[in-house]
């Protein structure tokens, strides 16, 4: 099973996660200025909410994505809003992309909210979820 990890952060809260599982699967977490260059059997791809929305720089990603992906797996956190499944499953999807139904969000901190999260608690979740997954 060949797995990559890739995400998009502005605070370091969804980094956190994408170390995590990265870790749990045994490779390195890149961002997404790092385009995939071989075919993968899955792909952790990490996200956060920014004015209700995805950063372009994970639209564009997903849409540059020129090898094979056996599945995209979802990862998110945001700080009010749910995941960001719906925007980046759309985004796969409409690329012609494998879009697994599981995905891990847990809450990242915002100003005075949610401080410490994503916490040791969620990247020992996360870590659990990405080894669950790569078993699957
Ligand atoms: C510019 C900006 C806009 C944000 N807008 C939202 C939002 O609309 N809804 C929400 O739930 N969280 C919002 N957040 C909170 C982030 O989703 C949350 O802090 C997330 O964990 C950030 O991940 P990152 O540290 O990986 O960038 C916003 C954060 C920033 C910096």
């Not at 020129?66 to 945001?78: E, L």
């Not at 009010?80 to 999807?93: C, D, E, F, G, W």
């Not at 139904?101 to 969620?122: I, L, N, V």
Request: charged share 30%; with cysteine; hydrophobic share 40%.
């Amino acid at each position: 099973m060949k797995a990559g990890v890739r995400y998009y952060t502005k605070s370091g809260n969804t980094k956190k996660l994408a170390d995590a599982i990265a870790k749990a699967v045994g490779v390195e977490a890149d961002t997404v200025d790092h385009q995939l260059e071989e075919d993968i059997d899955i792909l952790f791809l990490g996200s956060s909410v920014y004015a209700a929305g995805v950063d372009d720089e994970v639209k564009k990603f997903i849409k540059e994505i020129h090898v094979k992906v056996g599945k995209v797996v979802n990862f998110s956190t945001a700080a009010l809003l749910p995941s960001t499944y719906k925007q980046v499953s759309k985004l796969v999807q409409e690329h012609g992309l494998n879009m697994s139904e599981e995905e891990f969000h847990c809450r990242g901190s915002f100003a005075m909210m949610h401080r410490g999260k994503p916490d040791d608690k969620d990247i020992q979740h996360a870590a659990i979820f990405a080894k669950k997954m790569i078993h699957e």
